[in-house]
């Protein structure tokens, strides 16, 4: 691996925004190791995909809601780093996997409320401790947050707490982690035509047009907004940028 070759894990890639943000940072010579939670073939397509325009990428298994298993996840990182690039460490963790949950707060049920702060909290903090040591001096940490952290909607108040919870944590990490030159932001995505929360952004033509008329841009987000703010935020230019929430929406209810 030449000494100038950057590499980012990337959480949740097999589709959505993840696989956008994976796509899009390997047409940016950005090497990728991608993580998938049941969507196997999926995420070999992505492999494929991006080995079919000259880059590098390799796809693992990962259930980001059950710590037990990121030790033997680190495992494979090590041995795909080795295997694949001749290396012990990668630059960029991008910390997206993750699932919705639409419930009203009335009736929102305790497994419901476990589930999404397993993934989006408990989740990224305990495999971003675990992967501290193979990620580089300098090198940077993307969590993902959503727009609901900062408007509300009713029926996301789970979902939207534990996003909450990870824009404190991602200052936390910025602060703690400043000393190897690690800078730590969150991207808080808009509402997004994808599967995510059953498709109805993108498959429910009154969501949509509901969205998109409370947004100054006068349309939903696509994956390729999000992928891209993710690749330029990790690019040499922002480096500089550092314990921010940044919220890419298009300005949605302002």
Not at 33 to 54: F, K, M
Not at 137 to 161: H, K, Q
Not at 181 to 202: H, L, M
Request: hydrophobic share 40%.
């Amino acid at each position: 691996m030449t000494s100038n070759t950057k590499i980012a894990l990337v959480t949740g890639a097999s589709r959505g925004l993840g696989k956008n943000t994976a796509l899009t940072l390997a047409k940016k010579e950005i090497n990728v190791i991608l993580t998938y939670h049941s969507r196997e073939a999926e995420a070999n397509s992505v492999v494929s995909t991006i080995a079919e325009t000259g880059g590098k990428a390799v796809a693992l298994q990962l259930d980001t809601g059950n710590t037990k298993t990121f030790d033997g996840f680190v495992v494979q990182v090590k041995q795909a780093l080795q295997e694949k690039w001749q290396t012990e460490q990668f630059d960029f963790l991008v910390n997206n996997a993750g699932t919705g949950i639409y419930a009203p707060f009335a009736g929102t049920t305790e497994e419901d409320f476990d589930r999404m702060m397993n993934i989006h909290v408990k989740g990224v903090f305990f495999l971003t401790q675990k992967l501290l040591p193979l990620i580089k001096d300098g090198g940077r940490i993307i969590n993902l947050s959503t727009g609901l952290a900062r408007s509300t909607l009713p029926g996301y108040a789970a979902y939207a707490s534990a996003k909450g919870a990870i824009e404190v944590l991602t200052r936390y990490l910025a602060k703690e982690l400043g000393e190897r030159q690690i800078a730590v932001n969150a991207i808080a995505p808009g509402a997004i035509e994808t599967d995510f929360g059953g498709g109805a952004v993108r498959d429910n033509p009154e969501i949509n047009s509901f969205i998109a008329s409370q947004t100054a841009l006068g349309r939903v987000g696509m994956p390729d907004d999000i992928g891209g703010a993710i690749a330029s935020l990790l690019s040499e230019d922002n480096k500089w940028v550092n314990a921010q929430r940044i919220e890419v929406s298009g300005g949605q209810f302002l």
